[in-house]
Protein backbone atom coordinates (compact mmCIF):
# COMPACT_ATOMS: atom_id res chain seq x y z
CA UNK A 1 0.00 0.00 0.00
CA UNK A 2 2.76 2.25 0.83
CA UNK A 3 4.70 1.58 -2.34
CA UNK A 4 1.86 2.36 -4.68
CA UNK A 5 1.14 5.83 -2.43
CA UNK A 6 4.41 6.41 -3.31
CA UNK A 7 4.34 5.26 -6.38
CA UNK A 8 1.56 7.69 -7.23
CA UNK A 9 2.72 11.04 -5.27
CA UNK A 10 6.33 10.37 -7.65
CA UNK A 11 3.52 10.19 -10.82
CA UNK A 12 1.90 13.15 -9.76
CA UNK A 13 4.99 15.23 -9.05
CA UNK A 14 6.53 14.72 -12.73
CA UNK A 15 3.09 15.34 -13.84
CA UNK A 16 3.37 18.88 -12.65
CA UNK A 17 6.67 19.37 -13.47
CA UNK A 18 6.47 18.45 -16.83
CA UNK A 19 3.63 21.51 -17.06
CA UNK A 20 5.34 23.67 -15.85
CA UNK A 21 8.28 23.82 -18.19
CA UNK A 22 8.36 26.75 -20.48
CA UNK A 23 7.38 25.60 -24.62
CA UNK A 24 8.88 28.08 -26.98
CA UNK A 25 7.97 27.43 -30.46
CA UNK A 26 6.70 31.23 -31.47
CA UNK A 27 9.26 32.64 -33.89
CA UNK A 28 9.59 36.59 -32.58
CA UNK A 29 9.16 38.93 -35.57
CA UNK A 30 10.63 42.24 -34.89
CA UNK A 31 10.20 45.83 -37.07
CA UNK A 32 13.77 44.99 -39.30
CA UNK A 33 12.33 41.18 -40.53
CA UNK A 34 10.97 43.25 -43.56
CA UNK A 35 12.57 46.24 -44.09
CA UNK A 36 16.46 47.01 -44.01
CA UNK A 37 17.41 50.40 -42.11
CA UNK A 38 19.96 52.95 -43.84
CA UNK A 39 22.63 53.35 -41.59
CA UNK A 40 24.40 56.84 -41.86
CA UNK A 41 27.25 58.15 -40.23
CA UNK A 42 25.45 61.51 -38.95
CA UNK A 43 25.42 62.55 -35.27
CA UNK A 44 21.53 63.74 -34.77
CA UNK A 45 22.04 64.97 -31.23
CA UNK A 46 23.60 67.78 -33.52
CA UNK A 47 20.99 70.55 -32.86
CA UNK A 48 21.10 74.38 -33.52
CA UNK A 49 19.65 75.73 -30.08
CA UNK A 50 17.95 79.41 -29.56
CA UNK A 51 19.66 81.35 -27.19
CA UNK A 52 16.25 82.94 -26.87
CA UNK A 53 13.53 81.29 -24.75
CA UNK A 54 10.21 80.88 -25.70
CA UNK A 55 6.96 81.23 -23.68
CA UNK A 56 3.52 79.91 -25.38
CA UNK A 57 0.03 79.44 -23.34
CA UNK A 58 -3.24 77.76 -23.65
CA UNK A 59 -5.76 79.23 -21.75
CA UNK A 60 -9.48 79.03 -21.33
CA UNK A 61 -9.92 82.35 -21.98
CA UNK A 62 -10.25 81.71 -25.90
CA UNK A 63 -12.89 79.46 -27.62
CA UNK A 64 -9.86 77.03 -29.32
CA UNK A 65 -8.48 77.50 -25.37
CA UNK A 66 -11.57 76.38 -23.95
CA UNK A 67 -12.18 73.10 -26.52
CA UNK A 68 -8.13 72.30 -26.06
CA UNK A 69 -8.11 72.24 -21.99
CA UNK A 70 -11.36 70.38 -21.89
CA UNK A 71 -11.47 67.38 -19.53
CA UNK A 72 -7.57 67.27 -19.56
CA UNK A 73 -5.40 66.51 -17.06
CA UNK A 74 -2.30 68.04 -16.19
CA UNK A 75 0.34 65.67 -18.28
CA UNK A 76 -1.51 65.90 -20.88
CA UNK A 77 -2.00 69.60 -21.20
CA UNK A 78 2.06 69.79 -20.70
CA UNK A 79 2.32 67.75 -23.96
CA UNK A 80 -0.75 69.29 -25.79
CA UNK A 81 0.93 72.79 -24.69
CA UNK A 82 4.46 71.24 -25.46
CA UNK A 83 3.23 70.03 -29.26
CA UNK A 84 1.36 72.76 -30.00
CA UNK A 85 5.03 75.38 -29.01
CA UNK A 86 7.13 73.13 -31.19
CA UNK A 87 4.56 73.86 -34.29
CA UNK A 88 4.18 77.65 -33.65
CA UNK A 89 8.11 77.82 -33.51
CA UNK A 90 9.20 75.45 -36.36
CA UNK A 91 11.21 73.43 -34.13
CA UNK A 92 12.01 69.76 -33.41
CA UNK A 93 12.27 69.96 -29.74
CA UNK A 94 12.18 71.90 -26.75
CA UNK A 95 15.29 71.77 -24.20
CA UNK A 96 14.20 72.56 -20.48
CA UNK A 97 10.70 73.06 -20.71
CA UNK A 98 9.29 74.29 -17.54
CA UNK A 99 5.66 74.97 -16.69
CA UNK A 100 3.10 76.78 -15.25
CA UNK A 101 -0.58 75.77 -14.40
CA UNK A 102 -3.62 77.22 -13.40
CA UNK A 103 -5.76 74.74 -12.20
CA UNK A 104 -9.43 75.72 -10.11
CA UNK A 105 -11.06 72.86 -9.38
CA UNK A 106 -9.68 69.79 -10.47
CA UNK A 107 -9.53 71.50 -14.48
CA UNK A 108 -6.62 72.95 -15.59
CA UNK A 109 -7.95 76.40 -17.08
CA UNK A 110 -4.04 77.62 -18.04
CA UNK A 111 -0.61 75.91 -19.01
CA UNK A 112 2.22 77.86 -19.84
CA UNK A 113 5.24 76.60 -21.43
CA UNK A 114 8.91 78.18 -21.38
CA UNK A 115 12.16 76.51 -23.08
CA UNK A 116 14.39 76.61 -25.99
CA UNK A 117 13.67 75.79 -29.01
CA UNK A 118 15.90 73.40 -31.18
CA UNK A 119 16.45 72.27 -34.39
CA UNK A 120 18.52 69.51 -36.25
CA UNK A 121 21.50 70.92 -37.85
CA UNK A 122 21.06 70.27 -41.69
CA UNK A 123 23.30 68.07 -43.33
CA UNK A 124 25.84 69.84 -45.45
Avoid at 42 to 56: F, G, R, S
Wanted: net charge positive; glycine share 4%.
Amino acid sequence: MRKSVALLFFVGVLAVISSCSPKVSVRELNANTGAKPIIESYNPLAMDVDTVPIAYTIDISTEAGRHKLKKLSIDEADNLAKVEAMRANKCDIIFSPQFTHFVHKGKVWRVTLFGYPARYKKKE
